[in-house]
Every structure is written in structure tokens, then in C-alpha cells.
């Protein structure tokens, strides 16, 4: 194989890029998120929670804080994994599935306790170097000001209209015009921005044992779930 050559005449060289950190996701506003941290001083395990949590704004049809986590660090002399998936609610038992022909594909009861923000909260403790609420900033910032869609989200989102638009609440939020968003409109989410306040200055313990788990309780109970705020409270991680 012929090696490259930058003193051939090409109209528009490539120039490499050098860089003492790198940030890779799928959302360019959320790498951003992740460098910012960087700049800020913090280590790569600040940079990631960042870009995570940003993506639960910026990507919100394929990330959010309904989701579970799992993480392998090395820190130089030891492996370390974290099991941040939830556990199902107490009241899933045989007997409450017993008369369906099929496990149902939408709603509460294919929920599972949550597990990412507990992910978030002990990933910081244990190895970020920055302070927890920092790393919510620029999610905070996008929800509240706003974020252009780009192409790639805009056909994203669009895509999963057709499954989720019946599920409470998805409308209300996630189609403010009656429809996905176009590329280049700008989405504005200050609802999620004030849930990310609320994590972020409580180190998750609204979202377990607080306001937002009575909430999203209170949600389930109202649309046939049974995930209760006893469930949230119960949930646990568990390093590996």
C-alpha cells in the first residue's frame, strides 16, 4: 500500500487534526458537553457523564434518564465495572402476567427501575474530578435555550412517531407542533432542564426518593403500571 504524500498538488488537503483529548458521540452538541468539562479541568469520567447526560436532551428519542447504565473503567492499575440496570418492580409476579398471550412491547409494564442516574451519582463520587452539578450544565442550558435539530435527529425522531405518539405524555412533550421536530427548528425542553436541576442538586435523590419518585409513581399508578416510589427507593448499584 502506497503511503500518503502531503506534497502531491490535491486541491484540498486534509489536514490532521491533533488534540490531547477526543470526545466521540453520537450528537455533536453533547461531545461539546463533553469537552467542556475537559477545558474545565475534569478527567475523562467527567467528560463522559456529561456527554450522557446531554444526550438525554439532544437525542431524546434514543437516550434519557429512564434508562439503565453500564460502565468498565480502568484506572490504571485496576479494572472496574459498574451494573447500573434496574431491577423489575415488586408487583411483576407470574400470577400478574399469567393471562397474557404475550409480554407487551409498550408502556409501565415493560419498565424496569432505572438505573442511569444512580450510574451517574457513583461514577462522580468515585472518580470525577469536578463538582456533580457541573456536569449538568450545558443539558440545562440546551433545554432551557433550546438546541437547532439537526438532519440526522430530525429523521430520528420522526421515525419513532408512528410507535410512541400514543404513549402518555410522549405527544405532550416531544411533539410541541403535533409533529417531530424539522431539521434546523428549535426544540426547547425547559420541563427536562428543571428534572436535571433537580437531579443534579440533590445527587439523584429526588429521582429515587423525592419529588420526581412520587411523580413518576404517580404516573405509573394512573396509567396501569405498577412501578412504585418503594421500588425507586430500593433500587441499588452494584460495582463489579
Known amino acids: 500500500m502506497t503511503a500518503f504524500s502531503w506534497a502531491l498538488p ?40 456529561a456527554t450522557a447526560i446531554t444526550l438525554t436532551l439532544v437525542e431524546p428519542v434514543s437516550n434519557g434518564i429512564g434508562s439503565d447504565a453500564f460502565a468498565i473503567l480502568w484506572d490504571g492499575k485496576q479494572l472496574h465495572g459498574l451494573n447500573a440496570s434496574g431491577r423489575a418492580p415488586a408487583g411483576w409476579s407470574t400470577d400478574f402476567f399469567s393471562g397474557r398471550t404475550a409480554m407487551p412491547a409498550r408502556g409501565w409494564n415493560t419498565v424496569t427501575v432505572p438505573g442511569c442516574v444512580s450510574a451517574w451519582r457513583m461514577l462522580s463520587e468515585r472518580f470525577g474530578k469536578l463538582p456533580f452539578e457541573q456536569l449538568f450544565g450545558p443539558a440545562i442550558r440546551y433545554g432551557r435555550d433550546g438546541f437547532l435539530v439537526s438532519p440526522t435527529i430530525a429523521g430520528q425522531w420522526a421515525k419513532q412517531i408512528a410507535e410512541l405518539r400514543e404513549q402518555p405524555g410522549f405527544a405532550q412533550a416531544f411533539m410541541p407542533q403535533g409533529r ?32 420526581l419518585a412520587e411523580r413518576i409513581a404517580a404516573h405509573a399508578r394512573e396509567h396501569g403500571g405498577v412501578m412504585t416510589a418503594a421500588d425507586l427507593a430500593a433500587h441499588a448499584s452494584d460495582w463489579t
Not at 14 to 43: D, W
Not at 198 to 210: L, M, N, S, V
Open 180 to 211: 417531530a421536530p424539522l431539521p434546523g427548528e428549535r426544540f426547547r425542553f425547559p420541563e427536562h432542564a428543571a428534572t436535571l436541576e433537580k437531579i443534579a442538586a440533590t445527587r439523584g435523590e429526588a429521582f429515587y426518593r423525592g419529588e
Open 10 to 49: 490535491y486541491a484540498w488537503p486534509r489536514k490532521p487534526l491533533l488534540a490531547q483529548n477526543v470526545v466521540a458521540t453520537s450528537q455533536p452538541l453533547a461531545a461539546q458537553a463533553g469537552l467542556q468539562m475537559l477545558a474545565a479541568g475534569g478527567n475523562a469520567v467527567d467528560a463522559i457523564l
